[in-house]
């Protein structure tokens, strides 16, 4: 480990070195680099990064296309549109007190940036943010996760033949490689994963004072109101659950519904990830696989723990684990303390809660941490507008899920247990830079009027400031 603590240390000194050089490149000059990135992606690479997915963990081509090609290409556009204004000194208003001077501020770069990734969707959750450290003008190290080998190898070829490493690099390994990693004096770090490994990580950057980014999960719920179109929000659930094989940290993560819509609810979505999937889920060439053995175990122990407490199986339930395959499953009459409803499930089970009021599924939501998004199907504004005056959570969508993300304009991000801080546009450009203020005197101010020593004339005049300005 002693060779690969020095290897990361070299990395770290060779961009350290070189981060005044980046962090000085013109707006054109980071343009151009996004626009090759975008090349890489949509074009040069395309067919190896869908190949990669499949064999990963048998992502559609097409859901490749739509999650993971799609995001990064949407991210760089905008950014391209917009690198110019954001990178201009922005001149804010001076006061009266300060006659004399002018002030404003300018975005710099933070410097040596970590960007760790997770498994989940790691073309998107690894470019995405990388797009806003070059538009902000940083050195970035890239660790993506080692549970998806084939597009890491394909990620890092790509970074190896975009960037010179004193840039930006890319290295592979287990999680002893972002352990040695976190030792070094980073200027910030971009995590994405758990809120268990975003404490770890925001530990080891306490440290150094490193700022960090979290973006993290947590138990995102969707409340179904007697006034909701059933049909459009089974819908729109099937699709945002069971995307991705439910692997997504937006993705519902239980459903809060009043009690006398859910038969008729259970009944649609039945109709409906029959549509989605067939009779035969297995065989549908539209559902990724969970991602290995490990998370397979897990999410089919959350599972068996809910059935053995009288928990029933709505919908599915079939699972094969030598093809790390669960059946998109529903499941109701959950036990408060199974571990389907105290963990982040991350995976193709949906459990279903009813409740009699409003008051008391806020009130159930407001039990539990923050959650990175929170779902309301309804007509009812009154309804909706009570949900979010009194919950908290990073995103919300009204009668729809997941495409919060997809919005550019949007701050995305959690909040506490959820995470910090926010990515996407100007928001992810922010994240990357430090907000750095200047002030300018041009000519003598009034304020030096009230230098040492001080005087009876000079404490009316500061009294009369205090009042007046």
């Not at 079939?318 to 995976?347: C, R, Y």
Request: charged share 20%.
């Amino acid at each position: 480990m002693n060779d690969l603590n020095n290897t990361y240390a070299d990395l770290f000194i060779a961009q350290k070195a070189n981060r005044f050089a980046i962090g000085n490149t013109t707006y054109k000059e980071r343009i151009a680099k996004l626009i090759a990135l975008k090349k890489a992606v949509e074009f040069t690479y395309k067919d190896k990064i869908r190949q990669a997915l499949f064999d990963d963990f048998k992502k559609p081509f097409t859901e490749t296309d739509l999650t993971e090609i799609y995001p990064v290409i949407g991210e760089i556009k905008f950014a391209i549109r917009h690198l110019k204004s954001w990178m201009k000194r922005q001149k804010v208003d001076t006061p009266l007190a300060l006659t004399g001077s002018s002030s404003w501020y300018v975005y710099e770069p933070k410097g040596v940036c970590l960007l760790i990734s997770p498994w989940n969707f790691p073309v998107n959750l690894t470019f995405g943010p990388l797009v806003s450290a070059i538009a902000a003008g940083n050195t970035v190290i890239i660790k993506p996760s080692e549970m998806t080998p084939n597009t890491s190898k394909v990620m890092a070829e790509m970074v190896a033949n975009l960037f010179n490493e004193n840039e930006i690099a890319l290295v592979e390994g287990e999680v002893e490689v972002s352990q040695e990693l976190l030792k070094l004096p980073f200027n910030h770090i971009f995590f994405t994963g758990s809120p268990q490994v975003g404490k770890i990580v925001m530990q080891a950057a306490a440290k150094h004072l490193t700022s960090v980014t979290l973006e993290l999960g947590g138990k995102s719920p969707t409340i179904i109101d007697e006034t909701a179109n059933l049909k459009a929000a089974a819908r729109k659930i099937a699709w945002g659950k069971f995307l991705n094989s439910g692997q997504t940290c937006i993705a519902p993560d239980y459903i809060l519904i009043q009690e006398e819509v859910k038969e008729e609810f259970v009944a649609v979505l039945r109709a409906q990830l029959k549509a989605f999937f067939t009779t035969d889920a297995s065989a549908s060439h539209s559902l990724s696989r969970v991602v290995n053995t490990k998370h397979f175990k897990r999410l089919v122990a959350h599972l068996e723990d809910a059935i053995s407490k009288n928990a029933t199986v709505e919908i599915g339930g079939k699972t094969a684990s030598e093809d790390n395959f669960i059946e998109p499953t529903v499941i109701s009459n959950v036990a408060e303390n199974a571990s389907l409803l105290q963990d982040e499930i991350f995976g193709p089970i949906l459990p279903i809660k009813t409740y009699k009021t409003i008051v008391e599924a806020i009130g159930y939501i407001n039990s539990k941490e923050k959650p990175l998004a929170l779902y309301v199907y309804s007509k009812s504004k009154k309804n909706t507008n009570t949900i979010i005056k009194n919950t908290r959570a990073g995103s919300t969508a009204i009668n729809n899920n997941v495409l919060q993300y997809t919005n550019h304009n949007l701050p995305f991000g959690g909040t506490n247990n959820s995470g910090i801080g926010k990515a996407h546009g100007v928001f992810g450009f922010q994240e990357f830079s430090n907000m750095r203020s200047v002030l300018k005197q041009h000519t003598k101010g009034s304020i030096e009027f009230l230098f040492p020593p001080y005087t009876h004339l000079k404490q009316k005049f500061v009294d009369a400031t205090i009042k007046w300005f």
